[in-house]
């Protein structure tokens, strides 16, 4: 795959790069290697001060950065602004808080025979972050604001289709004051990430993407015994119960499914929703759909821009012609937009059963899939059928449902009334194959540091049980 921004409005190619050469890929990590020797000794209040300002940054240059992302992978323009503050957000989150996340736990000194015991967070060393195009800044951030302020460097291998914004981020830390070397961006295809990961220099990764690519950095990675993140897909179920509010739950739904035009990994695909209201659930949904606006991802009206790429628009298309070829049927939507462009119209469907990809599959684009359930055991049922487990919305007024939804729903987050999303204060990440190990609050900044323990007795001469202080 080709290192260019490929503009997914009109199909045209705006430009190419070249990727490194292997000479250069060494001398990169060579710097971040030689590069973490230095910045580990940085204070906490250093490193605050320059994730302050590049927050900062994101702010001040939050409508050129939309720009960016909008032309690099058809999000909207304003969802595009948004991610940006966001992730300003998530910088002054762990600005502010790391010293808090890397302060020294105290343990029972007494129980363990100690003068003084306690776990210590330190920084490993250089991460290999293998990240998406579908929100290029805000899952990079997420990464890079815990790790740099960790004390650990990162090395920044992105989707090939957004370079632009993958430099614009080594350039954003390299403004705000960071050391030279501290964060990177390769230009590099997919098949050289195993070098990478494979050199003793790099400690760890992290990936966010899709399931075959996290089974292979997860293979690289345990064979040298390296740790790893993985945010991989979603088949996200969205439960709507009798006591539910209808309307809003079908306004949700509908943001829920088409945000970034479809293409999240925790939006809400598969509804699932009680027979006793799903005729008046599904007329209200279907008619949010309909009046989706699709066009333009620079125009502010815009609702729904294109999908990535010509072979994502053709991948969704499958996915929907197989279900309706075995007997599904079709809302609104259900055909490529003419013109040029990557355009894939809001869908929602019903019939979908188990002889069809769509229930196994996950569905990158905005096609919504409708079923109907007796109660709230078959809704649980339906909903871990999946194998995967992201991010489970329920709707229902019942605290007894709403405590069955949480114990029981098979998944990394459950939201209750509202939409899954990510926040700086909440653990965020799967199970299942959606991967493992959290990302952001305090999870996200430890995920990377050596929790070291410590015992400590001050010598006093010979004598004493062995493993006590005395």
């Not at 950065?65 to 909008?70: G, N, W």
């Not at 990240?131 to 460097?153: C, D, E, K, T």
């Not at 003419?338 to 599959?361: D, K, L, N, S, V």
């Amino acid at each position: 795959m080709p290192i260019a921004t490929t503009n997914p409005a009109t199909g045209q190619v705006e430009r190419t790069f070249e990727s490194l050469s292997e000479a250069e890929i060494e001398e990169r990590i060579d710097i971040a290697a030689q590069s973490f020797l230095v910045y580990r000794d940085t204070t906490l209040s250093r490193r605050a001060e320059w994730m302050l300002r590049a927050a900062d940054i994101l702010d001040d240059e939050a409508d050129r950065i939309a720009l960016t992302m909008t032309t690099e992978m058809g999000k909207t323009i304003a969802a595009a602004r948004a991610e940006a503050q966001k992730s300003a957000k998530a910088c002054r989150f762990y600005a502010d808080r790391a010293e808090e996340f890397m302060s020294d736990i105290p343990a029972d000194s007494e129980a363990v025979g100690a003068q003084n015991a306690f776990v210590s967070f330190q920084p490993l060393g250089p991460v290999l972050a293998v990240m998406p195009w579908n929100f290029p800044l805000w899952q990079v951030i997420r990464f890079a604001a815990p790790a740099l302020m960790a004390g650990n460097v990162g090395l920044l291998k992105h989707s090939s289709n957004v370079p632009q914004t993958a430099l614009s981020i080594e350039d954003l830390f390299r403004r705000a004051g960071f050391p030279k070397g501290v964060f990177q961006t390769l230009l590099i295809g997919s098949e050289e990430v195993e070098r990478v990961l494979r050199d003793p220099r790099v400690r760890a990764a992290t990936l966010t993407g899709s399931e075959p690519a996290g089974r292979s950095v997860a293979a690289i990675a345990g064979s040298e015994v390296k740790p790893t993140v993985l945010e991989l897909g979603g088949s996200d179920p969205f439960i709507v119960m009798p006591s539910a509010n209808l309307e809003r739950a079908a306004e949700v739904g509908v943001a829920s499914r088409c945000m970034n035009n479809g293409q999240s990994c925790i939006a809400a695909k598969r509804f699932i929703v009680h027979e006793r209201i799903a005729e008046e659930f599904e007329r209200r949904f279907v008619e949010r759909m309909r009046a989706l606006r699709v066009g333009d991802p620079r125009e502010p009206e815009t609702e729904v821009g294109p999908l990535v790429s010509e072979q994502a628009r053709a991948d969704v298309h499958a996915l929907v012609q197989d279900a309706t070829a075995k007997g599904a049927e079709v809302l609104c939507g259900g055909e490529p937009l003419p013109g040029p462009g990557w355009y894939y119209p809001p869908t929602a469907m019903r019939g979908i059963t188990g002889e069809m990809r769509m229930f196994h599959e996950e569905v990158f684009g905005p096609v919504a899939a409708l079923y109907r359930v007796t109660d709230i055991s078959e809704a649980i049922n339906l909903a871990n059928a999946t194998a995967f487990g992201l991010g489970s919305n329920a709707w229902t007024q019942k605290p007894e449902e709403q405590q069955r939804f949480i114990r029981e729903l098979e998944a990394g987050q459950v939201f209750i009334n509202g939409m899954t999303t990510s926040f700086p204060e909440l653990p965020f990440g799967g199970i299942k194959n959606s991967g493992f190990g959290r990302e952001l609050a305090a999870e996200g900044i430890r995920a990377f540091c050596n929790l070291k323990t410590v015992w400590v007795c001050a010598a006093r001469g010979e004598g004493g049980e062995m493993g006590r202080c005395e």
